[in-house]
């Protein structure tokens, strides 16, 4: 039977969906982890029940939920934790664990990468604890605020560490650990180990950038903002876009005024 999923999120479902979550992972896979605060046409969702559907701003996002866009999309994740994922026209990205407690900021985010570029921008659960990325080469950790990953057809991954505590890059049993922004490291395909680490250009980390920055005319939605409005929903495209009969509407966030 495939997953229901409610059109949009408030901070409200969210906080609960991760206590759930904090207690019982398997008994929440249905709960959302965050939501897509911005994007781009032309993206789209599959959940692990094969379930698929295009995105829009607003809508939530789910443990082990593909996210894939195409040649004009891009996609501005927000998790509950206040964790930021920018994904880039051409990517994919499966968020395989999320746990996360709302109180003390404590959890574990670990991700998967198949292609194209992504950029993280830790929220609570970095502080104190390692985000790891896979990729169809390397695993890349990164304990604090941000970086970028890139990830080509072939297998090849960069990751450019641009501020935090650290970020390892592992492959074949070697890691290297950068600790200086704008430095990055390299894997040219599964099997083999990872580059030495090498500062990067301007003209690269802007190209990076650039792949994942926004653009005019893209569609937002505010998802953890106390009063802020939620996203108009959007008509409904086949039947499994029909609104289920078992959930309830999205909550308003606390505090805001009828409509």
């Given at each position: 039977m ?9 901070l ?13 992972p ?5 709960q ?7 994007m ?7 959940m ?11 809508a939530g996002?789910?443990?082990q939920?593909?996210l894939?866009?195409?040649?004009e ?17 051409n990517?994919?990205?499966?968020i ?9 900021g404590?959890?574990e ?11 993280y ?5 970095s ?6 990325f896979t ?6 950790a990164i ?8 990830v080509?057809p072939g ?18 049993g ?14 040219p ?5 990872p ?12 190209r990076?950038?650039?792949a ?25 495209k086949?039947?499994?876009?029909k ?8 909550e308003?966030?606390?505090?805001q005024?009828?409509?």
């Amino acid at each position: 039977m495939a997953l229901p999923r409610p059109r949009f999120i408030a901070l409200g479902s969210i906080a609960v969906a991760l206590n759930l979550l904090a207690l019982a992972p398997a008994a929440a896979a249905d709960q959302p982890i965050g939501g897509i605060a911005a994007m781009s046409p032309a993206a789209r969702g599959t959940m692990s029940s094969g379930e698929s559907q295009e995105l829009a701003a607003g809508a939530g996002v789910y443990f082990q939920e593909r996210l894939a866009t195409e040649d004009e999309g891009r996609l501005h994740i927000e998790l509950a934790d206040r964790s930021f994922l920018d994904l880039a026209a051409n990517s994919e990205l499966v968020i395989d664990k999320f746990v996360y407690d709302p109180g003390t900021g404590a959890g574990e985010i670990a991700g998967n990468v198949a292609m194209g570029v992504l950029r993280y921008i830790g929220g609570a659960i970095s502080k104190n604890q390692d985000a790891v990325f896979t990729t169809p080469s390397a695993t890349i950790a990164i304990r604090g605020s941000s970086m970028l990953v890139e990830v080509t057809p072939g297998g090849e991954t960069r990751a450019t560490f641009l501020s935090g505590e650290h970020m390892r890059v592992t492959a074949a049993g070697v890691t290297r650990e950068v600790l200086q922004a704008g430095f990055f490291v390299s894997v040219p395909r599964r099997g083999a180990p990872p580059s030495a680490i090498r500062k990067a250009s301007r003209a690269e980390i802007g190209r990076a950038l650039a792949a994942v920055k926004r653009r005019p005319g893209e569609q937002h939605a505010a998802l953890h903002r106390p009063g802020g409005p939620l996203a108009k929903a959007t008509p409904a495209k086949g039947p499994h876009k029909k609104p289920p009969a078992k959930r309830p509407p999205a909550e308003k966030p606390p505090g805001q005024p009828p409509q």
